[in-house]
C-alpha cells in the first residue's frame, strides 16, 4: 500500500494493479486452432475481445491516474489555511482544523478541483463520503465528475434498510452503513474523507463496498497524518492525499 502526496512536501510514488494479465493469460492458453464457423464461437469472440478491450482501457486509466504529477502551487496555500489546534479533543493531540480552510474560498475552491482534475474522465461512477466530513468534499466532487454521491454514516442514522461494516477504536468497537441498494456490482468509486489518521474507518469503508463488488479506485484525503501508519490499514487500495502532516 503506498501513499501518494503532493510533491510539494513528499514525494509522488504509486503503482496500481492491472486488472488485465488473468484475461490475458486465460487468452493464451486457448487452443491452437478455434472453429469460426459456427454464429455462437463467432459471438464469444466477440464478447471475449470486448472483456479483453475494457479490463484494458480500466487498467490505463488507473495507471494514468497513479503516475500523473500533481506538483501545482494550489496546495501550499490550502496548507496554510489548515489550522492546527494542539490538545484538541484532549491533551497530546493537535487538531487539524479544515473549517479555516472552509472559511478561505480560493483554498476550498482550489481543494475541490485538485480532486476534479485527479478523477474526470477516469469513469468514477461513486464518490462516498465519510461520516462527517467526508459530506463536505465528496457532493461537489461527486456533481463535478458526473457520479453519484453515496453517505457512509455511523449506526442508525440511515433510514431503511443498510449494510454495515465493523471496524476496531482504541476502546471498543464502530460500524459504519450505507444504503443497501445504493450502489452496484461492478461500479468504480473513490472514498472521500478530509483526514486519515489510523485509517480504521477508511478500511471499513473499502470492505463494505467490495462485499457488495464495487471496485475501490482509490481513497482520497485532504490531510495525512503519516506517524500513525493509517494507509497500512487500506491494504492494496492507493491513497491520494494533498498534504502530509509533519
Do not use: W
Amino acid at each position: 500500500m503506498q501513499t501518494i502526496i503532493s510533491p510539494l512536501l513528499v514525494s509522488h510514488r504509486l503503482s496500481l494493479a492491472p486488472s488485465v494479465p488473468r484475461l490475458l493469460n486465460n487468452h493464451h492458453r486457448a487452443p491452437p486452432s478455434i472453429r469460426l464457423s459456427s454464429h455462437r464461437s463467432t459471438n464469444s469472440l466477440r464478447l471475449f475481445s470486448s472483456a479483453v478491450a475494457a479490463a484494458a482501457a480500466s487498467a490505463s486509466r488507473d495507471s494514468e491516474m497513479a503516475t500523473e504529477d500533481v506538483q501545482d502551487p494550489r496546495i501550499a496555500k490550502i496548507a496554510s489555511s489548515i489550522r492546527v489546534i494542539p490538545d484538541f479533543p484532549k491533551p497530546g493531540i493537535m487538531f487539524q482544523d479544515i473549517t479555516t480552510l472552509l472559511l478561505d474560498t480560493e483554498a476550498f475552491k482550489d481543494t475541490i478541483a485538485l480532486f476534479v482534475e485527479r478523477y474526470k474522465d477516469k469513469d468514477i461512477s461513486v464518490v462516498a463520503g465519510v461520516e462527517a466530513r467526508g459530506f463536505i468534499f465528496g457532493p461537489p466532487i461527486a456533481l463535478a465528475i458526473g457520479a453519484k454521491f453515496v453517505p457512509m454514516r455511523k449506526p442508525k442514522k440511515l433510514p431503511g434498510k443498510v449494510i454495515s461494516e465493523e471496524y476496531s477504536l482504541e476502546y471498543g468497537t464502530d460500524k459504519i452503513e450505507m444504503h443497501v441498494g445504493a450502489v452496484e456490482p461492478g461500479e468504480r468509486a473513490i472514498i472521500i474523507d478530509d483526514l486519515i489518521a489510523t485509517g480504521g474507518t477508511l478500511a471499513a469503508a473499502i470492505r463494505l463496498l467490495e462485499r457488495v463488488g464495487v471496485k475501490i479506485v482509490e481513497c482520497a484525503c485532504v490531510i495525512e497524518l503519516p506517524e500513525l501508519k493509517g494507509k497500512d490499514k487500506l491494504g492494496e487500495t492507493p491513497l491520494f492525499v494533498l498534504v502530509s502532516s509533519a
